[in-house]
């Protein structure tokens, strides 16, 4: 295997505690208050519509239930703008409109991590990929203005979204080819709200690339170092780094100049070989061994547990099981990379499962009980877990 020897060497760096600025548990004893007091809400009725039991619906009103990677979208476009799917003409005629808010509270979740990939917008020459950018938070802004939702850019403002049965979105992108040389965009995106940062996805940037992609052939040598600046930059700023799509090699470089926990929002384990075979086959190159798992999680990280590995939310439940057992349950959490969470709207092109007739987290937290999961636990992996990240990350940040 690539990178055994370093990644064994920065673990035992993480483990003696040279790693700088870890504090695993410190946050958790807040995140784990939060809401406990909740009242059951709408969260107690969409669960009796589904035939859930009660359990589910407490266990789902007392979590900040975040995807750390999705793909919602405003109203009008597409999650998708060159490659996806076209909608099949019933599903258009069907959807009916549903604002984001709605979309999201159906699911059962506080939260969603709203993620564009970048670089599948039209990308011609330098420059687009910052105009892309920049007129996609502008359709955000004009969204949630409409939903009366706001961006959550701490760690209160997702305990109080929570708290109100209010929705929100933490902003985030897939594929920083927006920066283009210039470390200042950074700080332009979080001044736009911005507060998680997928540095990575399939293409270059086209000025200065960052580090070196799952899906093409190594050739900068893992993070750059225009990577490492912009690792630099997040942390500073009070920006999650996600290194979901990025070499192992690139983890690593990323994992030594980080000075706060990173997150890889979607993967899964590279032993798991349930699932759909096809799809399994396809999304080999996307998974993470149990070592390296193990690096990003001791140094304070959270994994998210990929959708599209499981057919159902009994597999979703079983690959969960399997990367707690490989990471530890304080470090496991949910990235579905669906860019509708209710198929109850019937208008999902990219949905979790096909046959899942209720919200999404209510059918995982119902599977995640009957698999002996305890609600604190599903708590952490449900959302717990991020919320530790991204308050550590954001703390002191306006
Ligand atoms: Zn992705």
């Known amino acids: 295997m690539m990178y055994e020897a370093e990644y064994a060497d920065l673990h035992e760096a993480v483990l003696k505690n040279n790693y700088p ?52 979208h405003p109203a009008g476009t597409e999650s998708h703008p060159q490659q996806g799917p076209p909608r099949r003409q019933e599903e258009q005629q069907q959807a009916p409109a549903l604002s984001m808010a709605e979309e999201i509270k159906q699911s059962g979740l506080t939260a969603v991590c709203a993620s564009y990939e970048l670089d599948f917008a039209p990308n011609n020459k330098p420059g687009d990929a910052r105009d892309n950018f920049l007129r996609w938070l502008t359709a955000i802004d004009a969204q949630l203005e409409k939903d009366h939702m706001r961006r959550a850019l701490n760690l209160k403002d997702l305990q109080t979204a929570h708290d109100h049965g209010q929705p929100t979105i933490v902003q985030s992108v897939e594929g920083a080819m927006f920066i283009e040389g210039r470390l200042e965009r950074v700080e332009e995106a979080y001044k736009r709200g911005v507060r998680h940062l997928q540095l990575l996805h399939q293409q270059d940037d086209m000025v200065s690339p960052l580090g070196d992609v799952i899906t093409s052939a190594p050739h900068l040598g893992g993070l750059t170092a225009m990577g490492a600046e912009v690792v630099k930059e997040c942390n500073r700023l009070g920006i999650v780094v996600d290194l979901a799509h990025a ?54 990280g959270v994994i998210g547990v990929w959708t599209k590995l499981a057919d159902s939310p009994k597999e979703f439940a079983e690959n969960i099981k399997a990367m707690v057992d490989a990471v530890g349950i304080d470090h496991v959490g949910i990235g579905t990379d669906t860019d509708l969470l209710s198929p109850r709207v019937g208008q999902g092109t990219n949905r979790a499962w096909a046959a899942l007739t209720g919200g999404f987290f209510y059918a995982v937290v119902d599977e995640m009980l009957l698999q002996g999961f305890t609600p604190d636990e599903i708590g952490k992996v449900g959302g717990g877990n991020f919320c530790r990240v991204f308050g550590k990350v954001t703390a002191g940040h306006a």
Do not use: C, Y
Not at 23 to 45: C, H, I, K
């Open 21 to 72: 600025n870890l504090s695993r548990r410190e946050l958790l004893t807040a995140v784990a208050g939060a809401g406990g007091a909740m009242l059951f809400g709408p969260a107690w009725l969409n669960a009796a519509a589904d035939g859930l039991g009660p359990r589910v619906a407490q266990v789902v009103s007392e979590t900040i239930g975040i995807d750390m990677h999705n793909h919602v």
């Open 247 to 300: 070499r192992p090699e690139t983890v690593l470089g990323a994992l030594k100049v980080a000075t706060q926990p990173v997150i890889v929002s979607h993967t899964g384990l590279d032993s798991r070989t349930g699932g759909n075979p096809r799809m399994a086959a396809m999304m080999k190159p996307h998974l993470i061994s149990k070592e390296r798992a193990k690096v990003v999680a001791d140094a304070g």
